[in-house]
């Protein structure tokens, strides 16, 4: 194996010749420095390009970044969808809300309670010491989720409790429409009360089963209750006469009529006209007879009219 060797202290090249172990020492000694070289080069130039990443390296990171996108992508997706429902969420107590202060304006009204205590077109009054808070918001949704299911709970029963009161409100209202209160006549004068009496046309005393108003021919007698016209026309003693049934065991009699306005099975309202005064039957003159029957048994129809000015 020859070396030649160059340098300005050797003036002229020198060749050297090596044989056996020395010419493997040599050669060994020789790729060791162009290694050397070679890998302290690569080096100087990575670092002199700010490029120390493989492209292996590359391509992973590239590869975790679309990963973080897509996240990122599905995270906003989803808040996206979360805020659309409480949107929609919100919308649907706002009309339930709209629909629960509608009915208590009506309650309001049906029970008649002063504007004041219970105003549902106000908002309602608030108060308590102000907390302070930390800056920003840390509410996760989650929370805010559970936080309107409650409040939904809330308006259902809410909802439930109104809807009963309104019941029990219109059923009161019913009641007293079918209770037979008020007189039956405009116009005329109490002639006769419910009880014993002198009868009229014998001159003995005898049980008058009702009260009688005496008026002039043709005046208005009105129904004192909601109900059905159970009877319309001729009977014995009675003459014309009109019996209503109202409910709950009560019935009402209008007698001696000169004429009947109302038929079998018509639904009557309270302060209807149903007939014009008589003097039909056994009667002296032009009178209502009227008479007020509580499961079958003719009561005093005093008491039901006094009621009515209470």
Do not use: C
Request: net charge negative; aromatic share 8%.
């Amino acid at each position: 194996m020859n070396v030649v060797i160059f340098g300005k202290g050797f003036g002229k090249p020198r060749q050297l010749t090596l044989s056996g172990p020395l010419a493997g020492l040599a050669a060994v000694v020789a790729v060791a420095f162009v290694m050397t070289i070679g890998f302290a080069g690569g080096h100087w130039y990575s670092s002199a390009t700010g490029s120390g990443v493989s492209t292996s390296e590359l391509t992973d990171l590239n590869e975790q970044l679309v990963e973080q996108r897509e996240t990122i992508n599905a995270i906003r997706q989803g808040n996206e969808d979360t805020l659309d429902a409480l949107a929609v969420r919100i919308a649907q107590m706002n009309a339930r809300m709209i629909r629960l202060d509608a009915v208590g304006r009506r309650l309001t009204e049906m029970a008649d309670i002063d504007d004041g205590e219970f105003n549902f077109d106000a908002e309602p009054a608030l108060g308590g010491p102000e907390e302070p808070m930390s800056a920003g918001s840390n509410v996760p949704v989650s929370e805010v989720v559970e936080a309107m299911t409650s409040l939904g709970y809330q308006l259902d029963n809410r909802e439930a409790q109104l809807a009963v009161l309104e019941s029990v409100i219109m059923n009161q209202n019913l009641s007293e429409r079918v209770y037979p209160q008020g007189r039956p006549v405009k116009s005329g004068w109490l002639s006769s009360y419910f009880g014993r009496r002198i009868d009229p046309f014998t001159g003995k005393p005898a049980n008058h089963t009702g009260i009688d108003f005496a008026g002039k021919m043709g005046d208005e007698i009105m129904a004192v209750a909601d109900g059905v016209v159970s009877w319309s026309g001729d009977r014995f003693g009675f003459g014309i006469m009109v019996e209503i049934n109202h409910g709950n065991g009560y019935a009402t009699r209008y007698a001696h009529n000169s004429e009947n306005l109302v038929n079998v099975g018509d639904e009557v309202r309270k302060g209807q006209i149903i007939a014009l005064m008589g003097k039909t039957g056994r009667a002296t003159g032009p009178n209502l007879h009227f008479e007020v029957l509580h499961n079958g048994r003719r009561v005093n129809p005093v008491k039901f009219i006094r009621e009515s000015s209470k």
